[in-house]
């Protein structure tokens, strides 16, 4: 077990907690960040997109004029890709984008993130962030007296006050600890986890 100081919002140290090095101190591994965040990117695509082929174009049943002696082209369907109106060949169709990684894979790059950002010094305990009021400007002088312009903020539960004060802020992302993933860790310069974040992330990352 190593520690960590923990911090008030006055950026004045409060204590030093001990971090489960299993999660804050293990090895780095870039190769896991690169399929994680792959899988994660994949996995907000809607796959949606989606053409007609000569099966589903309207039209087509009957053969549009007799095979010979018109001097043209032989033709046997409207839906063809060669006409107007026609089917589209080999077209975008509903598909899942979805890359499926072992929970093993997924849970050593979350070890990996928040242990790169410690390494970095980019990791930062709060005893708490208090806010009684909808204050986009007192959350802007907390992160100011840490000098942070970009952090992903992770609470241990909701957050009312402080979710809707720190989302029109540029460069500031506020989940809770059961959304913490990869992509936002490493998207973000710095990450802010309350005390009890930590607690919550130990409790179920650390087995």
């Known amino acids: 077990m190593s520690t960590l100081a923990v911090y008030d919002i006055n950026h ?16 780095v591994n870039p190769s896991l960040f ?3 965040v792959r899988s994660h990117l994949a996995a907000t695509r809607r796959g949606t997109a989606a053409t007609k082929n000569r099966a589903l174009t309207r039209g087509g049943g009957a053969k549009p004029y007799r ?10 369907s409207r839906r063809s890709p060669l006409w107007r109106g026609g089917g589209t060949i080999f077209g975008p169709m509903p598909r899942d984008y979805d890359i499926p990684l ?7 790059a979350l070890w990996s993130a928040l242990s790169l950002k410690r390494q ?16 986009t400007r ?3 002088e907390i992160l100011n007296r840490f000098s942070i312009e970009d952090a992903l903020i992770v609470t241990d539960d909701k957050h009312v006050y402080l979710e809707r004060s720190a989302r029109n802020i540029p460069g ?5 600890w059961g959304n913490l993933n990869v992509y936002d860790i490493l998207n973000h310069e710095h990450l802010i986890l309350l005390r009890s974040a930590v607690e919550k992330i130990e409790e179920v990352y650390g087995s």
Do not use: H, S
Request: proline letters at 3%; zero cysteines; aromatic letters at 4%.
């Open 34 to 36: 690169y399929d994680v």
């Open 12 to 27: 004045q140290k409060v204590k030093e907690i001990e971090l489960n090095d299993r999660i804050f101190n293990a090895k």
């Open 67 to 76: 095979q010979k002696g018109t001097g043209r082209a032989r033709a046997g």
């Open 120 to 135: 970095e010094g980019k990791l930062i305990l709060l005893d708490g962030m208090p806010l009684e009021e909808f204050k």
């Open 172 to 176: 500031i992302e506020v989940v809770r």
């Open 102 to 108: 072992p929970k093993k894979a997924r849970r050593a």
């Open 138 to 140: 007192k959350v802007l």
